[in-house]
């Protein structure tokens, strides 16, 4: 993708992931609109980065997904590079009483919210990149994450679909693949251990200078590149008995 001169919307970008999005895109001299359910999240960001366009929307939610779309049409019809980031991630067992309800609220923002995007924002003309943000655990599973590994697992496959579907339209489909990141996700602390955000960012803009389409780092290079041997060792050890 060309690196200058998009209008991005990056979805869940007051924060984490995809807050360093924003500024390092903003940086190069993109717009950028971000948006997220929380309108103090979004509210801190634009002072952080007053370039920013902001947007409150609950993307679990069809008819907000809808209006957010009729909204960019309407008033960003240039937009050209929609992220797709947004996600949540619950710790949590099988035998939980409330299993089946939050994996219900994982699959419809990780999975049912990026599908619902994609298929609106194709109508855009100007559409001409999609950004996915999946996980280097879609490679070797963290069992006590188990549905969100699902979820990434999800959005790999769907990617490389894209990818091959939408080159006769000339669409650029890109997946970003962080490794543990310290942010937010899963709930405030529980990644305060992982690397900062900063180092994934530089990577995955150096990556994507050289026209990569699958933006990997650390564990999730090495996930991506292992074979089944590898893959099973990780597994194990991030699964001990
Ligand atoms: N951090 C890691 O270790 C790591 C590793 C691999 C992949 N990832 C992926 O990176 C992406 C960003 O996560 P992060 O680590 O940056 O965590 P984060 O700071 O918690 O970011 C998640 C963002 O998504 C937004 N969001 C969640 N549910 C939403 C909804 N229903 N509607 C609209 N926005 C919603 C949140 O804003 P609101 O709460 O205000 O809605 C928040 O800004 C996620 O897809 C995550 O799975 C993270």
């Not at 219900?104 to 999975?111: C, D, H, L, R, S």
């Not at 690397?195 to 990569?212: H, R, T």
Request: charged residues 20%.
């Amino acid at each position: 993708m060309n690196l200058s001169n998009n209008k991005i919307l990056i979805t869940g970008g007051a924060t984490g992931i995809g807050f360093a999005l924003a500024e390092r895109f903003a940086r190069e001299n993109n717009s950028v609109i971000i948006c997220g359910r929380r309108e103090s999240a979004l509210q801190e960001a634009a002072q952080k980065l007053p370039s920013t366009i902001t947007r409150a929307c609950d993307l679990s939610l069809a008819e907000e997904r809808e209006d957010l779309f009729k909204w960019i049409a309407r008033e960003h019809a240039d937009l050209n590079v929609l992220v797709n980031n947004a996600g949540i991630q619950q710790w949590m067992s099988v035998s939980d009483d409330n299993f089946f309800h939050r994996a219900k609220e994982e699959i419809t923002t990780n999975i049912e919210a990026p599908v619902h995007l994609i298929s609106l924002f194709l109508q855009l003309d100007s559409l001409n990149t999609i950004i996915n943000v999946g996980s280097g655990l879609s490679f070797s599973p963290l069992a006590k994450v188990p549905v969100y590994c699902a979820t990434k697992a999800f959005i790999h496959s769907l990617t490389l679909s894209l990818r091959y579907l939408l080159k006769a339209r000339d669409i650029d489909v890109i997946e970003l693949i962080p490794p543990a990141l310290n942010t937010d996700l899963g709930g405030k602390g529980i990644h305060d251990s992982a690397p900062p955000v900063s180092d994934f960012i530089e990577a995955a803009f150096e990556q994507l200078k050289q026209g990569k389409s699958q933006i990997t780092f650390g564990f999730s290079e090495a996930m991506i590149k292992a074979g089944p041997a590898e893959l099973q060792a990780a597994f194990d050890r991030m699964n001990p008995q």
